[in-house]
């Protein structure tokens, strides 16, 4: 779904909620409604997300669900409850996250002071489909540019998707290595040992 409009009421609304979920590099106008942003499902806001139709805010699902894998299950609900516009752009986004999540992996684990954990298996279909390559194939790369030139055949337009999405992660290492995590032992091991 591409928009030249957007809901501006819509979007400072949705980075008011991504900042409650740890997303702080986004800026709004405060000048939304308050909501209560405990309650919120999260699988209506994966969905509001994904219809927000402004890059920026839509795309920040990709720094979300690498700070919350935990979200796994209700991007799993959002795909297979949405509208099919909407759950294709669930569906792009989290492709999107696993890839950058693959490439970044040893930036994402000294920034996070953890390893990065959005999981695959419950989306091994979406690439699937898709015709496009796992997450493991060359470090991610290789999905990102497919990715990328699938969503160029999607809309029919040469748009360069992947510095969008790159956008997100350049943000999240930028707000997440500020806080100067120290990793353990253990996790340094893995790194240890996946780089062998």
Known sequence: MMNSEFDWDEVDAL?????AKGISYLIG????????????DPVHLIQRLAACCYPLV???????????PDLAPSVVEALQCSESDIAENIAVLTLATL???EWWFFRLT???????CFPEAPFVSLWEERHLPSPRSGYGLHGL??????QQQHYGVPLNF??????QINH??????????????EVRETLVQLSI
């Open 145 to 150: 540019l497919a990715l990328q030139e699938y």
């Open 29 to 40: 106008d405060g000048s939304s409604v308050s909501e209560d942003k405990g309650s919120l």
């Open 172 to 185: 999240l290492l930028t707000q997440e290595e500020a806080h100067r995590r120290k990793i353990s032992d």
């Open 110 to 116: 000294f920034a996070l002071g953890r390893l990065p």
């Open 162 to 167: 992947l510095d969008d999405w790159q956008n």
């Open 99 to 101: 890839y950058l999540q």
């Open 58 to 68: 839509e795309n920040a699902s990709i720094s979300l669900f690498i700070l919350q």
């Open 15 to 19: 980075i008011t909620l991504l900042q």
